[in-house]
């Protein structure tokens, strides 16, 4: 049971363009919303975060939005620049489950010239 | 650098074999958390301590599986007779109240012959 979905595995976007990451959620229960980052043969890299109090966080040329109805969350970059080009995990959790993270399967997003 | 930390990065071992890894998380950082990665999906949660205590496993950790955090600081996490599925990049990340962002460390890629 995958509590939480990328459905798009790649992403390819102009630079100076946005990007727009999707990603959807099934279990009611997650209070907290996640985006990393990773680098081939790195750890995943904290990107933004958003409680599910807000619907909207903005940090830099990176901004989430959050719709609780949908169950959809989605990472906003502005303008897409060529270090962008990495692959990004939606992640959830839930304080009553420890804040232990779930996360989707990824979407590799490559930022062409 | 304090961030976290991970050794070995890369272990070879052949299938049978006990491998041992170790994670030095942020030093303040009371809870630690190991999360296992295979190809084209997301880190999946295996375990995790507040200080020494381990306060839950995931049914992904069979009993060949073990997990310690002697004193509150680093911890191993200790596969006995490696199996080829095991292969994967094991992943430590730590944090601090109120737990809701972890920071990971490199990983340790795991290949099982």
């Known amino acids: 049971d995958q509590q939480v979905k990328q459905n798009s595995p790649s992403l390819s976007v102009q630079e100076g363009r946005i990007s727009i990451l999707n990603c959807d959620y099934t279990?009611?229960?997650?209070?907290?919303f996640l985006w990393y980052k990773k680098y081939p043969a790195e750890g995943p890299t904290f990107l933004i975060s958003?409680?599910?109090?807000?619907d909207k966080n903005e940090d830099g040329r990176f901004t989430v939005f959050l719709n609780k109805s949908a169950k959809h969350l989605s990472l906003h970059i502005v303008p897409s620049q060529p270090g962008d080009s990495a692959v990004y995990f939606c992640?959830?959790?839930?304080?009553?489950?420890?804040?232990?993270?779930?996360f989707g399967s990824g979407t590799r997003l490559s930022i062409r010239p | 650098d304090t961030g976290v930390s991970q050794d070995p990065r890369h272990k070879i071992t052949k299938r049978g074999q006990n491998v041992t890894f170790r994670c030095d998380p942020i030093?303040?950082?009371?809870?630690l958390y190991w999360y296992r990665q295979t190809l084209g999906q997301g880190p999946e949660f295996l375990t995790y301590?507040?200080?020494?205590?381990?306060?839950?496993k995931s049914r992904l950790l069979s009993d060949r599986f073990s997990a310690e955090r002697p004193k509150g600081s680093f911890s191993t996490l200790e596969i006995q007779r490696t199996e080829q599925g095991d292969s994967a990049m094991y992943l430590c990340?730590?944090?601090?109240?109120?737990?809701?962002?972890?920071?990971f460390g490199p990983g340790t890629r795991l290949t099982v012959l």
């Open positions: 030093s303040e950082h009371n809870r």
């Open positions: 301590f507040q200080n020494e205590a381990q306060l839950e």
């Open positions: 992640a959830a959790s839930a304080y009553s489950s420890a804040s232990k993270i779930i």
């Open positions: 958003i409680s599910s109090i807000k």
């Open positions: 990340a730590s944090s601090l109240p109120p737990y809701n962002e972890q920071f």
């Open positions: 279990n009611s229960m997650f209070d907290y």
